[in-house]
């Protein structure tokens, strides 16, 4: 199985909140996981990234979580803001850059 | 650096008709892949390419294909197109093949089908 289940659809956050959204995986081939942020017009933009020998990843606001043994994998968003509104679409691979995308997760932060 | 370019940014074509779209990577980068994004299906792996040969193909019909130059760019044709061939087709490029080396989408071409 390639898919990669990624709830909620939608999300909406108050400014300074904390944004999570979650990804399940199936394939345990899977090495490899990024998440993208994608705004309108725009192509998707990679914003943090991990691999499952680390169960957690923080780039500034931004922190990954992981856990191999579930197969699942989180995307955190301290003091959200509002340009942080976008799609967020989460992806995993093992071959290459032949990505699985999550559906995505489209976030409002309200001011 | 500039990004990745794909041209044109919007095409309107008729079912039955072919396209070309092309793909510009990030100087240097020596990977391109193709996605199919639709509302309905999401984000679609198409084909990779590294040095001009295809490493990797996505779940499509033969009616998609691609090339490499070999300075990198890239084209995807679609012949015989059908209405749900509408899409945001996206191209990223990255320094290697292999997922050691971040993607970098470029904003896509707009392909409507009348």
């Known amino acids: 199985q390639q898919q990669v289940k990624q709830s909620p659809q939608s999300l909406i956050v108050q400014k300074g909140g904390i944004s999570i959204i979650n990804c399940a995986y199936e394939?345990?081939?899977?090495?490899?996981f990024p998440w993208y942020q994608q705004f309108p017009g725009k192509g998707p933009a990679l914003l943090i990234a991990i691999r499952p020998d680390v169960s957690e990843k923080k780039e500034g606001r931004f922190t990954i979580s992981f856990n191999k043994s579930a197969k699942q994998f989180s995307l955190h968003i301290m003091d959200s803001q509002p340009g942080d509104s976008a799609t967020y679409f989460c992806a995993a691979s093992n071959a290459g850059n032949m990505l699985t995308f999550g559906g995505g997760t489209r976030l409002m932060v309200k001011p | 650096k500039a990004g990745v370019t794909q041209t044109p940014r919007y095409l309107i074509k008729t079912r039955g008709q072919q396209v070309t779209l092309s793909c510009s990577p990030i100087?240097?980068?020596?990977?391109v892949s193709w996605y199919q994004q639709t509302p309905g299906q999401g984000l679609q792996f198409l084909f990779e390419?590294?040095?001009?040969?295809?490493?990797n193909k996505g779940n499509f019909p033969g009616r998609f294909s691609g090339r490499q130059f070999s300075n990198s760019r890239s084209e995807m044709n679609v012949s015989t197109l059908e209405l749900g061939d509408s899409a945001l087709y996206l191209c990223?490029?990255?320094?290697?093949?292999?997922?050691?080396?971040?993607?970098?989408f470029g904003n896509g071409t707009r392909l409507t089908v009348t």
């Open positions: 100087s240097g980068h020596r990977s």
């Open positions: 394939n345990t081939a899977f090495d490899y």
């Open positions: 990223a490029s990255s320094l290697l093949a292999g997922n050691n080396s971040p993607l970098h």
């Open positions: 390419y590294f040095s001009e040969t295809q490493r």
